[in-house]
């Protein structure tokens, strides 16, 4: 039988000279002792040698566009690009010199998708779609130099309205975590993106973070209060500047009852940042 392994959630724009730019040399200490604290995690995850990562973040419609969004798609085939933009924004430089293509693990990605069909969960399936830095920033950052195992990258639609419900991504998690442990591999499943933010989409509060917010979410994480989480409204989550945590509510299902262990949070107020593992 397969297991979850290791699981972590963080922020995933991991580039020190967006911060310096848009917040200041205190943003850009901050994100460097977030950077520190995830190479840290990295060692841990490379500990336990997982056959496969399945990596849950939001697409920045760079891969899908308003012709088609949704809700949640898995990564499927054998490899994946690095995405490659014309005139990429700041935090995408993250990317530059980077590996061009990444292994995917096309069986358990199969299984994800197949079974979740048979299951309920009806989601769609991408050939073709490359990876940003909500996938890579984070990513690179935990392996450093070294190669990472293959990876299932699972988009979850937290920007374009109807994004699904927290309830949702929270039994999408559940759905992941069966189909490892019927599998016979080691898994590890990371999350990214937040904490609370308002991206260009939200021209009006461009610049804010809502701290008393984040705080209530690190101490529902730390205590395990998973039903909260599930809870959550996509009203609450709008409002707040939260949508990222539908990321994060995958990986929750995925290990629930586990709580969490808090390795960073920061209050930059541009946003929050956050780094959070659970004993699994």
């Given at each position: 039988m397969g297991q979850?392994?290791?699981a972590a959630a963080m922020s995933h724009v991991l580039h020190p000279e967006y911060y310096?730019?848009?917040?200041?040399?205190?943003?850009?200490?901050?994100?460097?002792?977030?950077?520190?604290?995830?190479?840290?995690?990295?060692?841990?995850?490379?500990a336990r040698h997982p056959d496969a990562i399945v990596i849950v973040a939001d697409d920045h419609l760079n891969v899908f566009s308003f012709d088609a969004v949704p809700a949640m798609c898995v990564r499927v085939g054998r490899t994946v690009r690095r995405?490659?933009?014309?005139?990429?924004?700041?935090?995408?430089r993250a990317l530059d010199g980077l590996p061009d293509r990444y292994p995917l693990h096309e069986d358990l990605a199969q299984r994800i998708l197949e079974q979740g069909m048979e299951a309920g969960f009806d989601f769609a399936a991408s050939w073709s779609g490359a990876l940003d830095h909500a996938f890579l920033s984070p990513l690179t950052t935990l392996y450093g130099d070294q190669p990472s195992p293959p990876l299932v990258p699972f988009w979850v639609n937290c920007f374009v309205?109807?994004?699904?419900?927290?309830?949702?991504?929270?039994?999408?998690g559940r759905h992941i975590a069966r189909v490892v442990a019927a599998s016979p591999w080691n898994v590890a499943v990371i999350a990214t993106g937040g904490l609370s933010h308002f991206p260009e989409l939200s021209l009006a509060r461009v610049g804010e973070s809502d701290p008393a917010f984040d705080r209530r979410v690190v101490g529902w994480l730390e205590g395990g209060d998973h039903e909260a989480m599930r809870g959550l409204t996509t009203k609450e989550?709008?409002?707040t500047g939260s949508h990222e945590l539908l990321n994060?509510?995958?990986?929750?299902?995925a290990v629930a009852p586990a709580r969490a262990r808090v390795r960073f949070f920061g209050?930059?107020?541009?946003?929050?940042?956050?780094?959070?593992?659970?004993?699994?």
């Open positions: 979850i392994v290791y310096e730019t848009n917040v200041g040399p205190r943003g850009r200490r901050m994100v460097e002792d977030l950077i520190a604290v995830v190479r840290e995690m990295g060692r841990d995850l490379i995405m490659v933009q014309d005139d990429p924004i700041e935090f995408d309205p109807p994004p699904p419900t927290a309830r949702r991504c929270f039994d999408a989550l709008h409002e994060w509510i995958v990986l929750v299902g209050e930059m107020g541009r946003v929050d940042l956050a780094a959070v593992e659970w004993p699994v």
